[in-house]
């Protein structure tokens, strides 16, 4: 409920013509509290630490604040700047990688939490100068426009590949189809909720659905027939 404004009569004393006080601006040292400096982040410090992350196949060695996300982290200190920033919430999906092999959101993990991870970027699935398969089939298919969202696309599609071959059922699955077919067994339905968790602002989900059907039955769209 709004509280009414006062209607009463305005003071009109006379506003204080005191002088304004003259005396030195202080010229002590300036406060080392945390308010003023924050807290030392220096090698020693308890709010950072020292640690290796496995990026790639390759060990990286880093000193990094307690509150740095893996995404950062990725970006910032190893430049490894495929894995995109989106909401940074953990919504869009643009910062998909893979931890064991199985597909996580980068902004929403500690990058201290992952240390003893195997973690994969964009940067890491083609072998060489071989493109992985999905790679490959998003090429062939166009499965971009901007092409923003692509790596978290195909990191997520990786994961969702695995597990669709493991036998992991999702919200559409026929409960008689469970392990059943695998991979190669997905269908179009399946493949758009499985990969729900990544977003394209361009919308370039017609080409995208069909790459990854391509990549998990083996065909290439650029000559009809398996690879």
């Not at 202080?26 to 030392?40: A, L, R, V």
Request: include cysteine; charge should be negative.
């Amino acid at each position: 409920m709004a509280v009414p404004i006062s209607e009463g009569p305005i003071s009109e004393g006379p506003i204080s013509e005191g002088p304004i006080s003259e005396g030195p601006i202080s010229e002590g040292p300036i406060s080392d509290s945390p308010m003023n400096d924050g807290p030392d982040v220096g090698a020693g410090s308890p709010t950072v630490t020292v640690l290796t992350l496995d990026v790639n196949g390759r060990g990286h060695r880093l000193t990094l604040d307690n509150r740095t996300s893996l995404l950062d982290a990725l970006r910032n200190h190893l430049d490894l700047i495929g894995s995109k920033k989106g909401c940074d919430h953990g919504q869009c999906g643009a910062c998909t990688v893979l931890l064991d092999g199985r597909r996580a959101n980068a902004c929403l993990l500690f990058a201290v939490a992952v240390q003893d991870r195997r973690i994969t970027t964009v940067e890491g699935l083609a072998d060489g100068d071989t493109l992985h398969p999905l790679q490959q089939a998003f090429l062939d298919r166009d499965a971009y426009q901007c092409g923003y969202c692509t790596p978290g696309q195909l990191c997520s599609a990786v994961g969702m590949l695995a597990e669709a071959e493991a036998g992991w059922p999702s919200s559409v699955t026929p409960a008689d189809a469970i392990r059943v077919g695998g991979a190669a067994g997905l269908t179009v339905d399946e493949v758009r909720e499985r990969m729900s968790g990544n977003l394209c602002r361009c919308g370039a989900y017609a080409n995208i659905v069909p790459a990854i059907l391509d990549a998990a039955t083996g065909r290439s769209a650029a000559n009809g027939v398996d690879r």
